[in-house]
C-alpha cells in the first residue's frame, strides 16, 4: 500500500506540475476536497480557487512544506494512488501578475454591473471575475 500520490496538474499551455505528494486539498465545484493516499476513486469538477499539496521530495516548498496554487475550472480525477488535474489555469504564486490580475477584475466587475451581458458572455466573464480573484487571492495568502 503507497503512502504517497502522483499528481499530475494539466493546463492548455502544458503540464503546470507532476510529481509524489502526500496530500491534495482541491477547490471542488461542491466544496473543498482533500485527498490522501487510497482515496476512493473520483471524478469530481473543479471551481477555481486555491489547489494545495504537500510533496514529499525535495523542490517547489520541499518536504512537508504547503505549496499552493490558483486553479481555474476543470476536473480531478482520483484513484487511490493518482490524482489528475484538468483545469483551464494553473498559477503558483511566484508567477502570478497582480497588475494583469486587478486589471482583469476591475473589466469584469465593470461589465457585469452593466448588466448588459448574457449567455456565453455572461459565463466568460463570470469565469474571468473568478480566476482573477484566485489569483489576488493566492498573493495575498501566501507570498511567495
Known sequence: MSDTLHLEI???DGRA????VASVTLP???????ILPQHAPLLAALRPGELSYLPVEPGVGGPGREVFLAVGTGFAEVT??????LTDMAVFPKD???????AELKRAEEALRSRTLVGEELEATEASLARSTAQLHLIHTHKA
Not at 471542488?28 to 482533500?34: H, K, M, P, S
Not at 487511490?80 to 488535474?85: A, F, H, L, P, R
Open 10 to 12: 494539466v493546463t492548455p
Open 17 to 20: 506540475f507532476a510529481g509524489d
Open 28 to 34: 471542488g465545484a461542491e466544496g473543498d476536497l482533500g
Open 80 to 85: 487511490g494512488t493518482t490524482v489528475s488535474i
Open 96 to 102: 502570478v501578475n497582480a497588475e494583469a490580475a486587478e
